[in-house]
């Protein structure tokens, strides 16, 4: 199996709302893009994967190397095998990728987080930054697009956390702020058991409407000029958003599923965008 074959197999494999964004991409921008996504995926599957703490450290310290190796000239893993040539091209720094590694371990580190902005420190490492580097992947001329990425990986990161608070709870992780959980009389026990109330859906609530003006937020930063090319993030953000309203609908039925989109569905409003350069 070659580099390339190894990350699209990869990438394709995650069912990712990303996967279905990059397919409009040509073919040189969604290689790189496609390779990068690949290695966020290797080291958030380290601390998903790996159940003893010490393992997945040393794994990721493995990666922190293989990354200075791979700068250095010298990749010897697949996925940076598959990526590097694409670091001239697009301006990628190995700062941008040690950013990430160092966001998947705050994971073996950090369980809770006392206030919003202990978590954005979270989120800036594991969604603004790799919102960076897409931008820069998908084509970036104005400067003011950078904000834009990191506000939208912000806004994609809490729609993750809503998502998921049943199954991070099942690994011992709650990313709702302590102080909002106190803010709405939530006890941390009521999550890890699974038990819903009034008081969880309106914490729940407060979390979406965050997210949702974040989207906004973001949107409005992104200038004109680089609209066409920034149309898979566009495209990311509609699928997103699409499901975090999906999410609302379902009264944040969280804690013992994992409510998705059909991969019909995220093509079609990735399709949408591309065609008629509207989101859902």
């Known amino acids: 199996m070659t580099p390339e074959q190894y990350v699209q197999q990869k990438a394709a494999a995650s069912g990712s709302s990303f996967y279905y964004a990059f397919l409009f991409l040509p073919p040189p921008r969604r290689a790189a893009i496609t390779a990068f996504y690949a290695f966020c995926r290797e080291v958030d599957d380290v601390v998903d994967e790996v159940s003893e703490p010490a393992v997945a450290s040393a794994k990721l310290a493995w990666w922190h190397t293989e990354v200075a190796r791979a700068f250095a000239g010298e990749p010897s893993h697949p996925v940076m095998r598959a990526l590097m040539p694409s670091v001239p091209a697009y301006g990628l720094q190995q700062e941008q ?111 979406a409407q965050r997210a949702h003006a974040l989207y906004d937020e973001a949107l409005a930063l992104l200038p004109a000029q680089d609209r066409r090319a920034q149309k898979p993030g566009l495209m990311m953000a509609s699928i997103y958003r699409t499901l975090l309203r999906e999410i609302e609908g379902e009264d944040f039925r969280v804690l013992h599923q994992r409510i998705s989109l059909t991969p019909l569905r995220k093509l079609w409003l990735a399709w949408r965008v591309q065609a008629l350069g509207r989101m859902a």
């Open 97 to 207: 990728l040690q950013a990430v590694i160092r966001g998947c371990e705050m994971d073996l580190e950090q369980t809770r987080y006392l206030d919003f902005h202990g978590l954005q420190r979270y989120c800036h490492l594991v969604a603004g930054v790799v919102g960076e580097v897409s931008a820069r992947i998908f084509g970036q001329s104005r400067p003011e697009t950078t904000e834009y990425a990191h506000k939208l990986g912000l806004a994609f990161q809490l729609t993750n956390i809503i998502r998921d608070v049943g199954e991070d709870a099942m690994r011992g992780r709650i990313y709702l702020p302590v102080n909002e959980l106190q803010q709405f009389d939530v006890k941390a026990h009521e999550i890890l058991q699974r038990k819903y109330s009034d008081r969880f859906a309106a914490l729940m609530r407060f979390q």
